[in-house]
């Protein structure tokens, strides 16, 4: 067999036997898309078992939440009528004890005044005793103070002489009563007569208060303080319950968004098993397709193996080739210079 025949035979089969190692390829490249099929079928089904567990749990949940909801209906009533009873306390609290801080100065006002009276009547006793000593003790005095006034060359107011050989003198060092004294006197009794009369009218009305305050008295601060307590407890205990129908209702919206999410998750689980097992089995045939078309073809060595062989075979074959061909214009070169020494030796003259 000719070389260029035989180099177009091993061509040929090399081309074949690539397109065998192409579909062998293509075999292992649907079988691992196969298993990787049968893998996410299998985590589908998982997360569709999960899904539809999770799901059931969240519907009961669900119905428990709700049936929570509804064991707090007139949460909210029950919440603004003991805000509303607190409010109310709290301001009986307030007046209770402006009542009771009205009562203490009305009180003090009393003592204040009943003190404030005492010393003024004191005083205006001592201010018309004053009066009345100083006008007892002006009559006593009445000729020293005659004699007092006696000059020389005056006539006596009494006798009428203008000689005053022996005036009256009263005792050593005596203070003489004058009239500014009485006057004066006088002035300071009208004026404590007239604080004492002011103190006393003030201590009337401080007394007239007090008793109008304490008729008026309704509640205590501290009863006051004590159903302001109970009101604010009663509060506490409304704006607790109305915590929970809050936070019940944020359980059942949080349970109705995971429902939703839920019902997503599982539709999208359902897509990803569908296609999965769609995918499988578009693999399984193209599997079971390969598998038969390279049966009849199938030796020890795999396909690369084989071309690789081939394909040296093909290069050594090219080499003799390409060794012959030199060989062959290497004898005709070489007959060539043979006749060329012939034809020479032929035209020589020895």
Known sequence: MEYEELATLISSCLSELKGYRKDDQALTAARAEQRSAEETYTTACAAVTTLTEETHQAVTAKEKAGQDLDAFAGVEESLARAQTAAAAARETLEQAQRHAQRLAEASAEVQRTETLYAAAHAAANTARQRVTELSSARMSQAALSLAKN?????????????????????????????????????????????????????????????????????????????????????????????????????????????????????????????????????????????????????????????????????????????????????????????????????????
């Open 150 to 350: 006696l000059q020389q060359g005056q006539e006596c107011m009494v006798c009428g002489s203008r000689q005053h050989p022996n005036p009256a003198t009263g005792a050593p060092n005596e203070t003489l009563i004058e009239q500014t004294d009485i006057d004066a006197a006088c002035e300071a009794s009208d004026a404590a007569n007239a604080a004492e009369s002011a103190a006393h009218s003030a201590h009337t009305k401080a007394r007239t208060v007090l008793e109008q305050l304490t008729e008026t008295s309704a509640v205590t601060p501290q009863a006051a303080a004590t159903r302001l307590s109970e009101a604010e407890h009663a509060l506490t205990s409304a704006e607790q319950t109305h915590t929970a129908k809050q936070a019940a209702q944020q359980k059942l919206k949080a349970l109705e968004q995971q429902l939703e999410v839920l019902a997503e998750k599982n539709t999208e689980a359902a897509r990803t098993q569908a296609a999965a097992r769609a995918q499988a089995e578009a693999a399984q045939e193209r599997v079971t397709a390969l598998e038969a078309s390279l049966e009849p073809v199938r030796a020890r060595a795999d396909f690369t193996q084989r071309i690789e062989a081939l394909e040296r075979y093909f290069s050594a074959v090219r080499a003799a080739e390409t060794a012959v061909t030199r060989a062959e214009e290497a004898a005709k070169r070489a007959a060539q210079s043979t006749a060329g020494a012939q034809a020479a030796l032929e035209d020589s003259p020895l």
